[in-house]
């Protein structure tokens, strides 16, 4: 069983910086493609960020030049640095992983999920 964890999520003004993390525990995390996606009240969860097992990286066009997305194997870590939020990024943000090695096309691929930490952004 795999068990992800995400912290860093809070109040954070407009146009600030946030670093959320992702810690991951139960199998070998450096095989796993590692995700971050959001999901704002009434509204489907959305793919922001992805890194497979060898580093590639993908991020959806809304986060692009302002979410950067990294990982850590020695600590089973994901990060995802954010910076210039807007009131629009509001929203539960949840860590994803696959054992997959390669990042899923859909998300019902995604094998295991965290529980989610809130941010909410003040204008």
């Known amino acids: 069983q795999v068990q992800l964890v995400e912290s860093g999520g809070g109040l954070v003004q407009a146009g600030g910086s946030l670093r959320l993390s992702c810690a991951a525990s139960?199998?070998?995390?450096?095989?796993?493609?590692m995700g971050w996606f959001r999901q704002a009240p009434g509204k489907e969860r959305e793919f922001l960020a992805a890194i497979d097992w060898s580093g590639g990286i993908v991020y959806a066009d809304s986060v692009k030049g302002r979410f950067t997305i990294s990982r850590d194997n020695s600590k089973n870590t994901v990060y995802l640095q954010t910076s210039t939020w807007k009131p629009g990024d509001t929203a539960v943000y949840y860590c994803?992983?696959?054992?997959?090695?390669?990042?899923?096309?859909?998300?019902?691929?995604?094998?295991?999920w965290g529980q989610g930490t809130q941010v909410t952004v003040s204008s």
């Open positions: 994803s992983g696959s054992p997959d090695r390669w990042i899923p096309r859909r998300v019902r691929e995604w094998a295991y």
């Open positions: 139960g199998r070998t995390f450096s095989n796993f493609a």
